[in-house]
């Protein structure tokens, strides 16, 4: 197993929150996303890296982990789409979004389905390398992924 440890600046961030917090286990969420901001996922080095410094059990950074749909543990593909699956992204054509997605996109793009994307006066909304976008259809998708070479 390779050996994860911050850069200079996650470092200084992850530095930076601890005294922000009143206890280390509360800054479980955040040095999740440090982690995955500096290597796009989270892996076994990184969260063993983390539960020694945070001084927690390895199962806890790894149960967090794996309940929260945010958290990856692969390596991201160059495009990813994330498309809202809650009721009023469902209502306003997201299975239409899915259906064209799935045929029109390669293995370059990553479709996930994640929970609500906070955009539901926009839906159909979806991320799409984390840039968010409302009132979709196939061909604001079309243009949208046009736009990054797919």
Known sequence: MSRFTFTPEHDAAFEALLTRYPEKK????????????????LDEAALAYLAERLELPYIHLYSVATFYTMFRFEPPR????????????????KAELLEYLEKRCDDRVEIVEVECLGACGGAPAAAV????????TPERLDAILKELGC
């Open 26 to 41: 509360a800054l479980t969420l955040p040095a999740l996303w440090l982690v995955q901001s500096q290597q796009g996922h």
């Open 78 to 93: 160059p495009v990813t789409i994330e498309v809202c699956r809650t009721l009023s992204c469902e209502l306003c054509g």
């Open 129 to 136: 390398n984390g840039t968010y976008h409302e009132h979709l």
